[in-house]
């Protein structure tokens, strides 16, 4: 399916060529055109040899249990487990929620009803008002602060260095599309489809992302830095199962974000499966999971309710190259960017 892209004449491109250095904090988000920095993609703990790693040495990823009261709510309503697929469509209007609105005055607007419950000595809404504080502070930091989600310095990092030019990219469980945007600045004049099996995302996710964001790319006339806007590539939006695609051989690079982890061991084999099927000969997979760290277990409690309704896994580097590696990958690159691990890698 395609989406409708407005005609670029009618969308906002306020930044040139002349703005690459600059950082910005909008209300919702950071904008970045730093071309390089500290916060990139590093070999983190090199494994030289795949081969020699094993799941005894390594121990398994570490699982988030902590669900969301509206899971809860819906299975004790429907008296059976939420579908998968369900619970991605409440993920996505949840997460999506967040990247909308304006965190400091969410955070306002939070702090006056906190100070309106305890006034009416309402000491339980009191405390449901103070942790959906806490939400907006660690939301401020994690997403506008630190980039920490979106991270464009750390995915230029990781996407840095492919031989491929104008590629064929499929993403995989792609919600906002923004991964693929990111690349076809770094590599324009290609095409991407994005897959997911959530419509909501069409509209409510892609849709949604600001036409005015920045993408810091190159001008393959001359190898310098260029400014894309989403409006200038050409993307198609698949609503589809990725189960049930029905692609030849014809892409150049498969890539998917933070989908990996969601699948229960016995489910692996056929998630990574996916990312082998479609891939031309030679061609990369790009997979990133989140890391298994302090700052990620603290994000999936405080936000437990909005986001944990599917099963979901921390990981190190090591747990995300042994997959790919024990599924047939070969690991061209692999490290850590601020939340999450990455791998880039080829069939054996
Ligand atoms: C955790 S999200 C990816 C994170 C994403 N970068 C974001 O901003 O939310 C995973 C996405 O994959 C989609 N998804 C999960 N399983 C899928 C499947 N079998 N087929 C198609 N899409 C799937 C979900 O609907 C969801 O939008």
């Known amino acids: 399916m395609a989406l409708a892209q407005k005609p670029s004449q009618l969308t906002a491109h306020p930044y040139t060529d002349a703005d690459i250095g600059r950082t910005e904090l909008m209300p919702t988000h950071r904008l ?22 094993t799941w005894e040495k390594i121990g398994r990823p570490y699982r988030v249990e902590r669900w ?32 909308d609105a304006s965190a400091l005055e969410a955070r306002k607007q939070t702090l006056g ?9 309402d000491l339980a809404e009191a405390l449901d008002e103070a942790a959906e504080v806490a939400r907006w502070s660690l939301w401020n930091k ?32 792609a919600a906002d599309g923004y991964e693929a945007m990111q690349l076809m600045a770094m590599y324009p004049g290609g095409h991407a489809v994005l897959v997911d099996y959530d419509e909501y995302c069409v509209e409510g996710r892609f849709g949604a992302f600001p036409d005015s964001y920045p993408f810091l790319g190159y001008d393959p006339a001359t190898g310098s830095h260029k400014v894309y806007y989403r409006d200038q590539m050409d993307i198609d939006y698949e609503v589809s199962d990725i189960r049930d695609l029905k692609y030849g051989k014809e892409f150049d690079i498969v890539v998917s974000i933070g989908l990996l982890e969601h699948f229960p061991d016995e489910y692996k084999p056929l998630a990574l499966d996916m990312h082998r ?23 999936y409690t405080l936000f437990a309710d909005i986001m944990n309704f599917a099963y979901r896994e921390l990981m190190d580097v090591t747990h995300l ?20 691990n990455g791998v880039v890698a080829r069939v054996r």
């Open 277 to 299: 099927r479609f891939l031309k000969p030679g061609g990369y997979v790009i997979m990133t999971t989140p890391r298994v760290q302090a700052t990620s277990k603290l994000f």
């Open 142 to 173: 994690i997403h506008r602060i630190e980039d920490a989600v979106w991270d464009p310095r750390g995915k230029r990092a990781l996407f840095q260095g492919l031989d491929v030019e104008k590629p064929n990219i499929l993403f995989l469980g």
């Open 68 to 99: 969301s009261n509206e899971k809860k709510a819906w299975e004790k309503e429907h008296g059976q487990e939420m579908p998968v697929k369900t619970a991605w469509q409440h993920f996505n209007r949840n997460f999506q929620a967040l990247f």
């Open 113 to 121: 009803d906190m100070g309106v419950a305890l006034k009416g000595l």
């Open 32 to 53: 970045d055109l730093r071309p390089d920095g500290p916060d990139v993609f590093y070999d983190a703990e090199p494994v030289s040899d795949w081969r020699e790693l």
């Open 321 to 340: 190259g042994l997959y790919a590696h024990e599924n047939g990958f070969e690991i061209l690159r692999h490290g850590r960017i601020k939340a999450h």
